[in-house]
């Protein structure tokens, strides 16, 4: 069966720009998470769906924010974007929460 | 009290030879710790989870040791081969819970 697909693969944005990163969940799987990983911080949570719900959200400040919509399917969006925000951002689905998660390759931002 | 400790960052270890990564949680609510593997340029893959209602798990060449009084648990990898080389991610959570918290991750450079 399909993986996780995330688009765009790459991508590179101007400080102080927006961006929105989708990602397609395995089919079947309800529950859509968001991590981000960096070098420094190495890998963290930004939030959960399920059935287009936000079930839990990291620490990160409200410029991250995400959605899912009626056929799984999640986006992510980063407002007024920031050198630090630079990192590869994956996403992971599952029939439910933490269990049996698989991740997508990922989408590398980069914020120049 | 949410932290996952990981060490060593990096370890070489000759083909054939026994890879041990460690790792220490705080949170004694955690009841699920996955080990991930991930190679450069995609997401971490799931290799091995365990409850901590047993005290290891074994699937082919990788174990899981679990230690509930010290709050540790360690990836053994037995006769490494260089397609092991990779980066290793212990994460841990609650059974219900809807994220992983992942140690720092270690490198591990398996050499012929």
């Known amino acids: 069966k399909a993986g996780v697909t995330q688009t765009p693969r790459y991508l590179i944005k101007t400080r102080g720009q927006q961006v929105t990163l989708s990602c397609s969940p395995i089919?079947?799987?309800?529950?859509v998470s968001w991590y981000q990983q960096t070098p420094g911080q190495g890998l963290q949570f930004l939030f959960e769906?399920?059935?287009?719900?936000?079930?839990n959200k990291g620490n990160f400040p409200g410029r991250f924010s995400g959605r899912q919509f009626s056929n799984s399917r999640s986006e992510m969006n980063v407002s007024t974007l920031e050198l630090g925000d630079s990192a590869l951002y994956l996403c992971?689905?599952?029939?439910?929460?933490?269990?049996?998660?698989?991740f997508g390759s990922g989408t590398r931002l980069t914020v120049v | 009290q949410q932290q996952v400790k990981q060490s060593p960052q990096s370890l070489i270890v000759q083909k054939g030879g026994i890879s041990i990564i460690n790792c220490a949680y705080e949170?004694?609510?955690?009841?699920?710790f996955p080990w991930y593997q991930q190679f450069p340029g995609k997401g971490p893959a799931l290799l091995i989870a365990?409850?901590?209602?047993?005290s290891e798990k074994k699937e082919g060449r990788f174990t899981i040791s679990f230690n509930k009084s010290a709050k540790q648990f360690s990836l053994h990898i037995m006769d490494s081969q260089p397609g092991d080389s990779a980066t290793y991610f212990c994460?841990?959570?609650?059974?219900?819970?809807?994220?992983?918290?992942f140690g720092k991750g270690t490198t591990l450079s398996v050499s012929s």
């Open positions: 992971a689905s599952s029939l439910e929460g933490v269990n049996g998660y698989t």
């Open positions: 089919s079947g799987h309800r529950s």
């Open positions: 769906y399920f059935s287009e719900t936000q079930r």
């Open positions: 949170n004694t609510a955690f009841d699920y």
């Open positions: 365990i409850r901590p209602d047993v």
């Open positions: 994460a841990a959570s609650t059974q219900a819970g809807t994220a992983l918290i």
